[in-house]
């Protein structure tokens, strides 16, 4: 089961499609209603317009709404979703498909995006940080980009819910197209999780419990050292597939998978970097006072070497460094976040429910 990205992306392919696009401009994405709208959040700065010139910019999420902002009948395909002003890990994105009542993405729509560090309602450090790469992007200030085609047969669903205590606006737009959809193109998927405290000498499972045919295409991970802030990325990732007991695919350390070597060393520092495949993106050194903890966030897309399953497939990671002795690797106890994302047929095995907002919270 293989997707065939170049159905999708080559240009100069004449192609039997419909372009559309959702935005708080064009709610439902039809034909010839953009800009339509009379009522929104930039009515007042337009009063001197009107109609047609950037009436609903925005929209308003009320604490504890889940907003639906996208209802599509396929097929079609998603090929590009911008998002702005959610940022923090109250703002819960899913996408559903072909009617399912199980969503095939659960992910905070920051650490989706790679900033699962930052929250500018709490303490947390919020340095922005940009991403530069080939089905993802992070711009000034916190523009969220995902250029994952994401194609669907019967319907698409997008939802965002606000679990802060106040009003939120969010920015988005998404774009479509209305097509045929190739027998072989499988469904984006995509799952969040956390462990803020790695039990020793046990693996972090990045993602579990995936039943069907396709393929792993990309892992985003946050760690937040617990403890002094010495090296942990001497663990090992591990693919285990199609019932395996033991991997069949095993890394030599984290910094490695990650396309880097030697702890990404340059000088005696960190030192981040953003490429398409693969990058280091923040990396937060402590200031002192009550910021006493290294933070770093890093991505690795499988475009080029995508990852196959044909039944199941388990992913996860150690976390591991060096004993003060600098002979003997010392198992680590740091904190652990992952958005693991493929594709795979249908249905989608159910994921674990989210943790509530207090478990989730950045600490």
Not at 36 to 53: C, V
Not at 60 to 71: D, F, Q, V, W, Y
Not at 82 to 89: E, H, K, P, S, V
Not at 196 to 225: C, F, H, K, S, W
Request: aromatic fraction near 14%; glycine fraction near 10%; hydrophobic fraction near 35%.
């Amino acid at each position: 089961m293989n997707l065939d990205v170049t159905r999708f992306t080559d240009l100069s392919l004449i192609k039997d499609a419909e372009s559309r696009s959702i935005s708080p401009e064009n709610p439902t994405g039809e034909k010839g209603k953009g800009a339509q709208a009379e009522h929104g959040t930039g009515e007042t700065a337009a009063r001197d317009l009107g109609k047609g010139w950037k009436i609903s910019p925005s929209i308003k999420i009320e604490p504890g709404e889940t907003r639906s902002l996208a209802e599509i009948s396929g097929p079609g395909s998603i090929q590009s979703m911008w998002f702005a002003g959610c940022i923090g890990r109250d703002y819960i994105l899913r996408i559903y498909w072909d009617g399912q009542a199980s969503p095939s993405v659960v992910s905070p729509l920051a650490d989706f995006f790679g900033c699962g560090w930052h929250d500018p309602k709490n303490k947390i450090p919020s340095e922005f940080s940009p991403i530069d790469s080939a089905v993802m992007a992070v711009n000034p200030s916190f523009g969220f980009n995902s250029y994952w085609p994401m194609p669907f047969r019967q319907s698409c669903q997008i939802t965002l819910e606000n679990r802060s205590d106040q009003v939120s606006t969010l920015y988005y737009q998404i774009n479509y197209e209305l097509c045929a959809v190739p027998d072989q193109a499988a469904y984006f998927h995509a799952q969040w999780r956390r462990c803020d405290r790695v039990p020793y000498a046990t693996d972090y499972v990045i993602v579990d419990g995936i039943e069907g045919t396709g393929q792993y295409v990309g892992t985003m991970l946050y760690v937040g050292n617990n403890g002094p802030n010495l090296w942990w990325g001497e663990g090992e990732v591990k693919f285990y597939l199609d019932g395996d007991v033991d991997p069949t695919i095993c890394g030599t350390g984290t910094e490695d998978y990650f396309g880097g070597a030697w702890g990404w060393d340059v000088n005696g520092k960190y030192t981040p970097y953003t490429t398409a495949y693969l990058g280091v993106h923040y990396i937060h050194e402590p200031k002192g006072g009550e910021d006493i903890h290294q933070r770093f966030a890093m991505y690795r897309w499988h475009l080029l070497d995508p990852i196959r399953f044909k039944q199941d497939l388990k992913v996860t990671i150690q976390d591991l460094g060096w004993r003060r002795n600098g002979k003997y690797y010392l198992a680590r106890q740091d904190e652990f976040i992952s958005v693991a994302y493929w594709y795979q047929t249908l249905p989608t095995a159910p994921f674990a429910p989210l943790p509530d907002r207090d478990e989730m919270e950045l600490i």
